[in-house]
């Protein structure tokens, strides 16, 4: 199983973590979007993270949109998830070109920008979505969410993210965790938390060594005896259609459409996630107009 994550917590239920290994996820999305190197990391670093908070939100029919508006030249990053952590996402630049870091690094923070926020939208089919946001800090996503969870939720976070990408530019390694103590944790244990933390390897390099999400898990809470709750196989699907579409060219308003028809003759509409492509012929808009 290439992609999966688990919920944990500890044997005193004071910290909880979700760690994930979806390196086929990112691969999928990177194939999808013909990304560069720094959009691929940027992409899968979101993808990981969004798919993780997908699986923090209650309702079994809730979905979450994670969005990335830093001003940088990769434009917009926008994952939606659903409950059971099933991913589709697009970056507004897949062919985004930036100089590496210092380190010989991939600079996703550069690509991204820091002049922006992160919001978090969770819509539980209510009249008004829940909608949190906090300002870019480094624009590198894990520490951006970090500074999301601490400040906008108050919930103290420690969030890890990463994509290792192969000489071919596919994804060798891709994966992250994200640890919470709860309120009820003891000083000590988030003294150790940090220490353990600080004291791995990157995330890649232990996915890269293949660590696997339950390995992973043992190295950041040592010696917090973790429980597994739940695992989850995630993917990355799009749920796109020809009928959402027309729906769509419904809302577009009958003036607009005419001025579609006599100016084009037909409609081809691109999905942002998954890049089908829907055409619709001249007398299918003439329909669609007639309904309206």
Do not use: W
Not at 17 to 29: D, P, R
Not at 252 to 280: P, Q
């Amino acid at each position: 199983m290439n992609n999966y994550i688990l919920r944990v917590t500890s044997k005193d239920k004071n910290i909880r973590g979700f760690f994930a290994v979806t390196t086929g996820l990112a691969e999928k999305a990177r194939t999808i979007h013909n990304t560069t190197p720094v959009a691929t990391a940027a992409l899968g670093r979101a993808i990981t993270a969004g798919s993780i908070m997908g699986l923090m939100i209650k309702g079994e029919n809730d979905k979450l949109t994670l969005q990335l508006k830093g001003g940088g030249p990769a434009g917009a990053i926008v994952v939606v998830s659903n409950s059971q952590g099933i991913v589709k996402a697009y970056i507004e630049n897949p062919g985004v070109e930036v100089p590496l870091r210092e380190d010989g690094k991939l600079n996703v923070g550069a690509a991204i920008g820091t002049d922006g926020k992160i919001n978090v939208i969770i819509d539980m089919g209510l009249k008004e979505p829940y909608v949190g946001q906090y300002g870019l800090v480094s624009g590198e996503i894990g520490e951006d969410l970090a500074h999301y969870f601490t400040f906008s939720e108050q919930t103290p976070s420690a969030v890890a993210l990463g994509v290792l990408i192969d000489k071919d530019y596919s994804v060798k390694a891709a994966g992250g965790f994200i640890v919470q103590p709860l309120p009820d944790a003891a000083e000590e244990s988030i003294a150790r938390l940090e220490e353990n933390i600080s004291g791995m390897k990157p995330i890649t390099a232990l996915i890269e060594e293949g660590k696997t999400p339950e390995d992973i898990m043992n190295i950041v809470l040592e010696g917090f005896e973790p429980e597994v709750l739940e695992k989850y196989e995630v993917d990355y699907v799009c749920d796109c259609s020809r009928e959402k579409f027309e729906k769509a060219l419904i809302t577009i308003g009958k003036e607009e459409l005419e001025k579609i028809l006599r100016e084009d003759g037909a409609a081809e509409l691109v999905c942002h996630f998954c890049n089908t492509k829907y055409n619709f012929s001249g007398e299918e808009l003439q329909k669609i107009i007639d309904m309206i």
